[in-house]
């Protein structure tokens, strides 16, 4: 646990480091200007990137075909950087679907207390067990998209302010042994 949180702290601060002084903006402001698209959409600041994260990983979690397709429609509800939403869908990828649908799966036979079936990895097999397995899916998608997403949107909050916090510190030692010389 202490591991990933410094991996994530370092991700904030990297990606705070990146676009803090960038010679790219006015280039990413005559692009906006351009295509007239709202400057929310991809701007970097905490509640931007982290509700990016939120929305990402709650549409990454269902199984739906255009699972970007969704973030974008999902725009006009909030403000957003979609950037990083549309990144953060990926999360549900050709490898990682499988184990996703699966546990998904097993997590919403527990919770509406349904034994789990035999499950086969054949096309065959989804067909005829569609309508068994439909509802159980998608409980426990539920369950996974709400929980997770909320569960990622506070935990890069708080390691955002906390790496706020520690480079105001460090900042401050540093001007303070400045001052000392």
Known sequence: MCSLR???????VMIRKLFKK????????????????PREYLSVNRKSITRGLMVGIFWGFIPMPMQMLAVV????????????AIATVWLSNPVTMPF???????TGNF?????????????????????????PLYVGT???????SIIV??????????????????QKR????????
Do not use: C
Request: aromatic share 20%; charged share 25%; glycine share 4%.
């Open 6 to 12: 410094v991996v994530m702290l370092y991700f904030h």
């Open 22 to 37: 960038s010679n790219k903006k006015t280039k990413l402001d005559a692009f906006i200007k351009k295509y007239k698209i």
């Open 73 to 84: 429609f999902t725009t006009p509800f909030f403000r957003f950087n979609v950037p990083i």
């Open 100 to 106: 996703m649908y699966y546990i998904e799966y097993l």
């Open 111 to 135: 919770l509406l207390g349904i034994e789990t079936s035999h499950v086969e990895l054949t096309v065959h097999w989804f067909k005829s067990n569609l309508g068994n397995i439909f509802v």
């Open 142 to 148: 539920l369950f996974y998209s709400v929980f997770v």
């Open 153 to 170: 949107y506070y935990g890069a909050n708080w390691l955002w302010i906390k790496s706020v916090r520690q480079e105001k510190r460090h």
């Open 174 to 181: 540093k001007d303070n042994r400045k001052k000392k010389k």
